[in-house]
C-alpha cells in the first residue's frame, strides 16, 4: 500500500466566512465556516497526482486548478479547519495510488460455444414460424 500524502500548511490558503443556513443571531455575527484554497498545479504533489487531480469530473476544482473546500458542518471555527483539512487529505489520497491498468481479455472456448448454441436455438425458434397461408 502507498503511504498517505501529506500537504503542507503553507500551500493551503484558509479564510473564515460566515456560515450559511439556521443558526439564530449568532449566524449573523460569527464566521465559524471555513474556505479552504489549494492550488493544485503550483504544490509540491508529484506530478502524477496532481495530474489526476485535475482530471476529476469534481466542481469545486476551478478551471485554474484551484481545490475550494467549504467546511461549515460545525459550530466551531477549529472543528470546520480540521474538517475541510480532512476532506481535502481523503480527496488527495483517494487518486494517490495510480488505478490498474485493464488487461484485455478473450472469451474462453467454452463461453464461445455456449453463444453458437444459443444463436443456433434461437435461428431454430425462429425458423420454425411459418409463414401465413396466401
Known amino acids: ?36 484554497r489549494f492550488n493544485i498545479p503550483a504544490s509540491s504533489l508529484p506530478d502524477d497526482v496532481k495530474e489526476r487531480l ?38 488527495v489520497n483517494s487518486v494517490a495510488v495510480p488505478p490498474k491498468a485493464r488487461k484485455a481479455t478473450k472469451p474462453t472456448y467454452a463461453a464461445k460455444q455456449r453463444r453458437l448454441q444459443s444463436k443456433a436455438q434461437r435461428s431454430a425458434i425462429k425458423a420454425q414460424r411459418g409463414r401465413g397461408e396466401d
Open 1 to 36: 500500500m502507498a503511504e498517505r500524502i501529506t500537504i503542507q500548511e503553507a500551500e493551503v490558503e484558509t479564510s473564515a466566512i460566515r456560515a450559511q443556513g439556521a443558526g439564530g443571531q449568532n449566524v449573523n455575527k460569527v464566521s465559524s465556516a471555513i474556505h479552504l
Open 54 to 91: 485535475l482530471q476529476l469530473p469534481d466542481s469545486r476544482i476551478t478551471r485554474d486548478g484551484v481545490l475550494v473546500i467549504k467546511a461549515q458542518q460545525f459550530r466551531t471555527q477549529e472543528l470546520n479547519r480540521f474538517d475541510a483539512f480532512e476532506r481535502l487529505h481523503v480527496l
